[in-house]
């Protein structure tokens, strides 16, 4: 049996809390009958009282009758504290309490000459013509005392036995309440990376036990999905560079077996891929970072105008197509201006990937605030069905294109992750000039 147990923890609690309970409300139960005990004794003295103070108005000897010598005693005082009749188990003492200034009083004392014994005493004055007399009638408490210890012992037995029951019972019941949550750690000690496919028991009883296998599932549910993408990226990103890696090696080999080599185009060759290789690797270490949380976005005020006219000045520099920057409004941005810039960088290039003819690049502001940028191309456009998914990493939504048409499939989540460091949301729509409309909604 483990220490640290739930269930052993959780039984202990209880038979601690039960028991101070249980001890509390026992003492309570026998000052409460301790107490009806004493009062049912006074009663009986105040009607021996009675009884004497109406037989001394007739037969004073027969009042002074008494049946148990042992546990009872009665004497008559005058106002002097003389003895005027007592019964035989004191009728040779002197008065055994003193006189009282009221008219009745009930003491308990412990020290009158009788036997080791505790004696509840009432004491009544009443008026005869030749002066004041005093009833004195004493009872010990032994029936008072037997029963207290009775009821002790009693409560000395049922007690423990009633704890020991109920730990058997919380011991039984917190097993059976617990034995799902055993049987979920098992299974999941028992999963591992290549079973994660695998999910835990649900008792289906709605409870915390039935929400917790649930949510045991949810999590082996995402680390299956984490644990296939990762699969995936590795597959993918050993894929991407290994293409510009067999070129390279390629056209090294060629040139080596060849009797006239070009060099000059081999490095030219050769740089084409190595920067291709740059480019992935940086991408791959921004996604990286941003996965981490280690991409830390340096808000200021940032001229979008100005980072699209310089993007779009560069992407000119590199294609035919013709780009058309007419409609971008002189907006101010509160962001990082390096993150932008990449952002504007790969929706360009994922455009003039596509486009046909044409590309063009819109910043719309609304009088609530809200500043939108537009690029559209008229290449084919991307169906609705594949929107979403064109934003994943290493998404190629034409898996036969050339690689060096289709790029890495990084662009479009590099830029995706770009507009949600800037609270920013990117979608896909169909553009007026025939193809697709990426729009950034800076809210």
């Known amino acids: 049996m483990r220490t640290g147990s739930i269930r052993l923890r959780i039984t202990m609690l209880a038979v601690v809390i039960v028991s101070i309970v249980l001890v509390a409300a026992g003492a309570v139960v026998v000052v409460v009958v301790q107490s009806q005990l004493r009062d049912n004794l006074d009663r009986s003295l105040e009607q021996r009282a009675d009884q004497i103070e109406q037989s001394l108005l007739g037969d004073p000897a027969a009042a002074l009758v008494n049946s148990n010598q042992e546990d009872r005693f009665v004497q008559v005082l005058d106002d002097a504290g003389g003895v005027i009749a007592a019964t035989a188990n004191v009728s040779r003492a002197r008065a055994l309490v003193e006189l009282p200034d009221h008219q009745q009083s009930v003491v308990t004392r412990s020290d009158l000459p009788l036997e080791d014994d505790v004696y509840r005493v009432l004491i009544r004055r009443f008026d005869e013509p030749d002066g004041a007399r005093f009833i004195v009638v004493g009872e010990n408490v032994d029936d008072v005392r037997d029963g207290v210890r009775a009821l002790i012992a009693t409560l000395a037995i049922v007690f423990p036995a009633a704890v020991l029951a109920l730990a058997a019972a919380v011991w039984w019941l917190v097993g059976r309440t617990l034995r799902p949550v055993e049987e979920i750690r098992e299974e999941v000690a028992g999963i591992g990376l290549g079973d994660l496919g695998k999910r835990v028991p649900v008792p289906g009883s709605g409870d915390e036990i039935d929400r917790l296998a649930g949510t045991m599932n949810d999590m082996l549910a995402r ?57 992935l690797v940086d991408d791959l270490l921004f996604l990286a970072r941003r996965d981490a949380g280690d991409v830390l976005v340096r808000r200021r005020p940032v001229d979008l105008d100005v ?19 007419s409609l971008v409004a002189a907006v101010v941005l509160n962001g990082d201006e390096r993150y932008l810039a990449r952002l504007v960088r790969n929706l360009l290039a994922n455009a003039i990937r596509h486009a046909r003819r044409r590309v063009r690049v819109s ?35 034409d898996e036969s294109r050339q690689r060096d048409r289709g790029g890495s499939g990084l662009g479009l989540a590099i830029a995706r992750d770009i507009a949600e460091s800037h609270d920013a949301t990117i979608s896909i729509a169909d553009s007026p000039d025939g193809g697709c409309r990426l729009v950034v909604d800076f809210s």
Do not use: N
């Open 223 to 279: 680390l299956e999905s984490a644990s296939a993408h990762q699969r995936r990226f590795v597959a993918d990103v050993s894929h991407e560079l290994r293409t510009p890696l067999t070129r390279m090696r390629t056209a090294l080999e060629v040139d080596l077996a060849a009797e006239g080599i070009d060099l000059v185009e081999t490095c030219r060759s050769v740089l084409g891929d190595a920067v291709d290789m740059q480019t």
């Open 307 to 325: 980072v699209i006219e310089s993007e779009v000045r560069a992407a000119r520099g590199e294609t035919d197509l013709d780009i058309d920057m």
């Open 363 to 397: 910043v719309t502001t609304d009088p609530d605030g809200t500043i939108e940028l537009l690029v559209d191309d008229d290449g084919p456009g991307v169906p609705e069905a594949e929107r979403a998914r064109v934003f994943e990493r290493f998404v190629r939504l």
